[in-house]
């Protein structure tokens, strides 16, 4: 059996038997991985702790079948118990991994989408922004990497220069007049200006946005990914906005 390495984030964890437990992580070369930690619910277990959602680590692992084993673990970022003790932090984590689990596929290297999530995990741990920030920029961002970037001030359709009052899903975003059909949002010009900060990184904008633009830019930023992954994502039915 072939030995590898990788950087990866935890995206979720699984109880396999009495004592191991199936890890599913995003990894930087290798994409989505799944392995067996054996002993790891265990009291000694050598690196239980290093392999809960949300931890950055180097993990070493043995290519099987159908599951690779893990056999060794070294902490890159142990954001997980900092992110677990603050509950905005925890709901808006659990968005991402879930968001990043559905985005990705397993042994397709994806590099992009790895650094997007281990960079907003670092910044919820450390409180660097606001949570519900964090989590729209990245959900934002990942959607973007992967190939439906939305558009919030040109027209989705037509390309006529913005700002522009409609937001259609189908169409990619913002929409013209002329564009427009039934059933597209009409959001607050303000809401717009922060989600397009969102995406291209402005934290200065971002931070300084009303409460009640950042309530509206995040149901919008909801439906668009949701949209697009054919399916919800649970978790952000979760997510405490402030």
Sequence with gaps: M?????QAVVLRTHKLGEADRIVTMLSRRHGKIRGVAKGVRRTKSRFGARLEPFMVVDV??????????VTQVETLGAYGDTIMRDYGAYTAASAMVETADQLTVEHEPNAQQFMLLA?????LAVHEHDSGLVLDAYLLRAVATAGWAPSFDECARCGAPGPHRGFNLASGGAVCRDCRTPGSAAPSPATMIL??????????????????????????VAAFVQWHLERGVRS???VERT
């Design 2 to 6: 072939a030995l590898y390495r990788d």
């Design 119 to 123: 960079g907003a995990l670092r910044s």
């Design 236 to 238: 952000l039915r979760l």
């Design 60 to 69: 070493q692992l043995y290519q099987g079948r159908s599951l690779d084993t």
């Design 195 to 220: 989600l397009s900060a969102l995406l291209s990184g402005d934290w200065e904008t971002a931070d300084s946005s009303d409460v009640r633009h950042r309530r509206e830019g995040a149901g919008l």
